[in-house]
């Protein structure tokens, strides 16, 4: 069981004297799919990026276990804590797939026969057996996400964090990411995601953080986030299609998808 613990954290950059992120405190267990979203610019990855220290907060601080994050490096983080970026151009430098899979585990002393069983079946989880042998230049960009969400899951993290996944994925796409969503939350991994596509986040998420100008406005379950229209605008959040849908209908239920939809809609017409 993994723990991550986020303590009065607050943060700013260097080269500004305003605060990105204001007195957060979170906390994360086990099993649990966690969507963060706000408009752009509110500090969704700054915030993640502390989990594994890629950034270093002014005050606060970020607990793993029970670890001081920066306590370690962020190398030495990656076999617990995996961090997909929202650009995998800033993942990808090997001239193979394979190779981009193989990595990580290599450099963590994995034995080769372990590191070949897990790249077999991560290469099918992402999608990516029939591409092993490519250079990730020649991937299309929905290719490229798969590829270095599987190089970060190759490393078994317990903690996988997630910037934008969805972002240039067509349907099928985004059904394999919920298929392997679905697969952490198995085998009881943090996964920790920042969207802006509230469709896959209301289908695919337990939980929900909600952020405005470095600040959380909300954390809850699903429902309780989209029934909250005041948040939602101080988040500049359009909720999904059909949930606008039926609070223009004046329905009082929160209605989060189609079959919800329809079932809602045969007791009013019963």
């Avoid at 303590?7 to 204001?22: G, I, M, P, R, W």
């Avoid at 372990?114 to 490519?134: C, D, P, Y």
């Avoid at 198995?186 to 896959?200: A, E, G, L, P």
């Avoid at 209605?255 to 045969?266: A, D, N, P, W, Y």
Wanted: charge should be negative; aromatic fraction near 6%; include cysteine.
């Amino acid at each position: 069981m993994v723990t991550v613990k986020i303590e009065n954290l607050s943060y700013s950059y260097k080269d500004s004297a305003t605060s990105v992120l204001h007195d957060i405190s979170l906390s994360f267990s086990s099993g649990e799919r966690v969507a963060i979203i706000g408009q752009n610019g509110t500090g969704k990855t700054t915030l993640t990026k502390h989990l594994n220290g890629i950034l270093t907060p002014d005050t606060g601080r970020v607990l793993i276990d029970n670890v001081n994050v920066e306590n370690k490096t962020t190398a030495e983080w990656a076999s617990k804590v995996g961090y997909v970026f929202q650009n995998p151009n800033d993942q990808l430098f090997l001239d193979t797939v394979k190779k981009e899979l193989v990595f990580g585990p290599s450099h963590l002393g994995i034995p080769k026969k372990e590191i070949q069983k897990r790249i077999r079946f991560v290469s099918e989880l992402v999608g990516m057996q029939e591409e092993l042998a490519e250079h990730p230049l020649n991937l299309t960009d929905s290719e490229k996400k798969f590829c270095a969400i599987g190089a970060v899951l190759a490393m078994d993290p317990n903690v996988v964090i997630m910037d934008e996944p969805t972002g240039g994925q067509d349907k099928s796409g985004k059904y394999r990411l919920a298929k392997i969503l679905e697969y952490l939350k198995t085998q009881q991994k943090i996964c920790i995601v920042v969207s802006h596509d509230m469709r896959f986040v209301t289908e695919n998420f337990d939980r929900i953080v909600v952020m405005a100008n470095g600040h959380i406005l909300l954390d809850g379950a699903p429902k309780e986030v989209f029934s909250n229209p005041q948040v939602l605008k101080e988040a500049f959040v359009t909720p999904p299609p059909i949930t606008d849908l039926a609070q223009k209908l004046g329905w009082e239920t929160t209605i989060l998808s189609i079959s919800e939809f329809i079932e809602e809609l045969k007791k009013r017409v019963q």
